[in-house]
């Protein structure tokens, strides 16, 4: 015979029961919702650094590539160096006048007139470094004007370095002084040969 005791404690068990059963639901459906949470935020988070890396990715892409301007800055340096070297003469203008003057001395005999001696010794000489000169000039001249021009075939909307401009602005100035100089020595318009007899 079952008492009405005996049936209250199964009824508290079975009692228990379902609520421990319905706190695992719960538990479970909690669980499964706070994963779904953490993969949402993850895949929001992957797609978000995606978006960054690609935004990054393409800004490198529209950052212009072109000449880093080291070609540019050592060619106006090399036009400067070409137009001092012609300005002081340089060795190449010294072994090119001594030349001369060999050759001058070697052609004329002693029994030469002064002004053929003068002419073809000292005159002769001092054309060749002339000239050496004004070929150092107008190179250094070509160099400038060609690295002051490079940017216009360059890539679009980035200048020149200040101080290339500058250095190249330099190179063109003393190659054009060169080679004024340069002509003038050539054509006896400065420090020309002196009048004999």
Excluded: C
Aim: hydrophobic share 40%; charged share 20%.
């Amino acid at each position: 015979m079952v008492t009405k005791t005996d049936v209250e404690p199964e009824a508290a068990n079975a009692e228990d029961a379902e609520q421990s059963k319905d706190a695992g639901e719960a538990a479970a459906a909690s669980g499964e919702r706070t994963e779904q949470e953490e993969q949402g935020a993850q895949e929001q988070h992957g797609e978000h650094g995606e978006h960054e890396q690609h935004g990054e990715h393409g800004e490198r892409e529209t950052e212009p590539v072109g000449p880093t301007g080291v070609g540019q800055g050592a060619g106006a340096i090399v036009s400067v160096a070409l137009g001092v070297v012609a300005l002081s003469g340089g060795w190449l203008g010294t072994i090119a006048s001594a030349r001369e003057s060999l050759i001058g001395q070697l052609d004329t005999s002693q029994s030469a007139s002064v002004a053929k001696q003068v002419s073809e010794v000292y005159g002769d000489s001092w054309h060749a470094a002339a000239l050496v000169g004004g070929i150092f000039s107008l190179i250094a001249l070509v160099i400038g004007a060609a690295v002051l021009a490079r940017p216009a075939f360059g890539v679009p909307g980035r200048p020149q370095a200040l101080w290339i401009k500058s250095t190249a602005w330099a190179g063109v100035t003393i190659g054009v002084l060169g080679l004024l100089l340069a002509v003038a020595k050539y054509t006896d318009l400065l420090l020309g040969l002196p009048k004999t007899g």
